[in-house]
T-cell receptor, first 115, second 114 residues
Framework: GAGVSQSPRYKVAKRGQDVALRCDPI?????LFWYQQALGQGPEFLTY????????KSGLPSDRFFAERPEGSVSTLKIQRTQQEDSAVYLC?????????????FGPGTRLTVL | GQQLNQSPQSMFIQEGEDVSMNCTSS?????WLWYKQEPGEGPVLLIA?????ELTSNGRLTAQFGITRKDSFLNISASIPSDVGIYFC??????????????FGTGTRLKVLA
């Protein structure tokens, strides 16, 4: 497809389990962002990649959160030892630019529920 | 985390009415974006603003970049039922701060009554 895709769309995890969320950005897009969106809130920045380099991870809430983009395309957000407060929709966005980053195109998100 | 203040939080309007919403920040931004999000989907970009005072239209939507650079406004004219959704503003700090991240607003939930 032409847009950003994310998988799985829904994930239910038991507290303490590890999860991995995948993002396939638009082909050729240099920039990739991960956001966390809690119920009834706006998206909150987690981390940013320019190609394979993670330039900003200031939004990751704890060291249980880890993101990678090893070949500058597909990205994975991993959450270790999930907690109930990790329940949210995780959105991925990509952008064609690097220096002048403006328009971000979002995927549909992965809804994570931690029981 | 930091979120921008959006007003109103929600609104019910009659089809055909005009809608206004705004977004305020405590810090200066050099870019403002307005998104619409529908249930189960990611936000979709509506309008992008790059310059203080800029007024930009996209069909029935018009957005303005406030001259103080700390606020932005979105207007929807002659609303229709498919305008239903959550509207988010997002602002980005000047590049000199070294950040590429956008700060999003809390959202305005719009419901249109036919």
């Amino acid at each position: 497809g032409a847009g950003v895709s994310q998988s799985p769309r829904y994930k239910v995890a038991k507290r303490g389990q590890d999860v991995a969320l995948r993002c396939d950005p638009i082909s050729g897009h240099v920039s990739l962002f991960w956001y966390q969106q809690a119920l009834g809130q706006g998206p909150e920045f987690l981390t940013y990649f320019q190609n394979e380099a993670q330039l900003d991870k200031s939004g990751l809430p704890s060291d249980r959160f880890f993101a990678e983009r090893p070949e500058g395309s597909v990205s994975t957000l991993k959450i270790q030892r999930t907690q109930q407060e990790d329940s949210a929709v995780y959105l991925c966005a990509s952008s064609p630019g690097q220096g002048a980053i403006n328009e971000q195109f979002f995927g549909p998100g992965t809804r994570l529920t931690v029981l | 985390g930091q979120q921008l203040n959006q007003s109103p939080q929600s609104m019910f309007i009659q089809e055909g009415e005009d809608v206004s919403m705004n977004c305020t920040s405590s810090s200066i931004f050099n870019t403002w974006l307005w998104y619409k999000q529908e249930p189960g989907e990611g936000p979709v970009l509506l309008i992008a603003l790059y310059k203080a005072g800029e007024l930009t239209s996209n069909g029935r939507l018009t957005a303005q970049f406030g001259i103080t650079r700390k606020d932005s406004f979105l207007n929807i004219s002659a609303s229709i039922p498919s305008d239903v959704g959550i509207y988010f503003c997002a602002g980005r700090n000047p590049p000199a701060s070294g950040t590429y991240k956008y700060i999003f607003g809390t959202g305005t939930r719009l419901k249109v009554l036919a």
